[in-house]
């Protein structure tokens, strides 16, 4: 058996590994390259290894950089299947078609606009062709062990979010587990990964391998004290937030503050057509996570969801305090926007950001203390106050990575590839893992090959 790193390898996007025995070759992740251009021109490039030709696919999770593209093989020809549990599955759904919509959205803008090199600018996929993909999902369950060829996969519970897997696949003798993305012990929403069992080689996630959270325990408070001081003042608490884990988690923890009477009740709009339908999916799945039927219920009573472009602009007159979610999660785009259009420049407002905002973004430029950021061609003075929530990563950092290793049932000396991460948390997370403990450790490298 032979693995090929054709993605997720010094940088925390476009995961996929290829897998190949004598007789089948198999792909865990097919992750789009996000990021800096130069990360991302690779999703343009010819397919490598002849990928949409291999017998099966197998997802960890619905984000993008583990799934999004998969409609690239499918545009390729690829009708195999694509194996993921059941709720990857209609996350899926949700979030490829988005992505396909955006990125046509993109590519007739830039066209309008002449901003392409491209006389005729086209998108990486289509909605159309994103919609057709999933036809190819296939959903299992965790534990559930199936096969692919002469490959026998088996998924178990990772954390980090609804249907998140780590992947063990069984071949020529040889056992090897993809972690997927990590999840934290206490996280607030996800029960904490499963441990892993004895194996050959572990291919092991590092996107914080250089840091450590603050606890989950202090997010409640640190949000109740937010609340209260925009509360306080009159003022409109706006939180851009990603539509999948993170908006159900904000709603839940703000519903929870009220019902407990630690901030003073007041209106809830979720404004996010593509977050309401992820929390559904919540919702139907209630038991793969720890809030209960009741709490998932509480929420959808108190929180008002708006679908619709005139359900989002009646917001605006809404009088006293209020509270906006809406994405995007690094305020990049989305209806947030347009609520900075009418509240950024009123100093009783609020801007809690909750999650980690990528360089160059305008949360992270807000967040640095800008006293304008450009929203649909035109400055918007900052006067609102602009916070930031910790502790509610949905990654485990690398003392809880750690723990979560010796505590499963690896032998002292396995053999661990680092991926899925920058270069400085690998580099920082090899260090930390060669000093306590005994595993042989080293991070993957791009179009590598490694033998079992």
Known sequence: MKIIFLGGTETVSGSKYLVETENTRILVDCGLFQGYKWLRKR?????????????GVVLTHAHLDHSGFVP???????????????????????????????????????????????????????????????????????HQQFAIGDI?????????????????????GKRVAFSGDIGRPNDIMMYPAEKLPAVDLLLLES?????????????????????????????????????????????????????????????IFLDSPMAINVTEIYRRHHKLHRLSNDDCQRAFNTVIYTRSVDESKAIASQNGPHIIIAGSGMATGGRILHHFKRWLADHRATVLFSGHQAGGTRGAKMLQGVESIKVHGSWLPVKARVRQLDGLSGH??????????????????????????EPDAM??????????????VDIADYQGVYHL
Not at 86 to 109: H, P, V
Not at 156 to 171: F, K, T
Not at 427 to 440: C, G, I, K, V
């Open 43 to 55: 999703n343009w490039q010819p397919l490598p290894m002849g990928i949409n030709h291999v017998d």
């Open 72 to 142: 690239v093989l499918y545009k390729e020809g690829y009708r195999g299947p694509v194996f993921a549990h059941q709720a990857t599955t209609e996350l899926c759904q949700i979030m490829l078609a988005d992505s396909g919509r955006i990125q046509e959205e993109d590519a007739k803008f830039l066209g309008k606009h002449g901003l392409s090199k491209h006389k005729d600018p086209q998108p990486l996929y289509d909605e159309a062709t994103a919609n057709a993909s999933i036809k190819l999902f296939q959903s299992v369950e965790f």
């Open 152 to 172: 026998q996969v088996t998924l178990q519970p990772a954390g980090h979010i609804l249907g998140a897997a780590s992947v063990i696949i069984e071949a020529e």
């Open 207 to 267: 996107t914080y391998g250089d840091r450590r959270h603050e606890a989950t325990d202090s997010a409640e408070q640190q949000l109740a004290e937010v609340v209260n001081e925009c509360a306080s003042g009159g003022g409109v608490l706006m939180i851009p937030a990603f539509s999948v884990g993170r908006a159900q988690l904000m709603q839940h923890l703000l519903v929870k503050l009220m019902a407990e009477g630690r901030v003073p009740k007041q209106p």
């Open 396 to 421: 485990a950092d690398y003392s809880e990575l750690t723990d979560w290793l010796k505590a499963s049932e690896l032998r002292a000396d396995t053999p661990i590839q680092l991926v899925h991460g």
């Open 427 to 440: 580099e920082a997370f090899r260090d930390h893992l060669s000093q306590t403990t005994n595993f042989d």
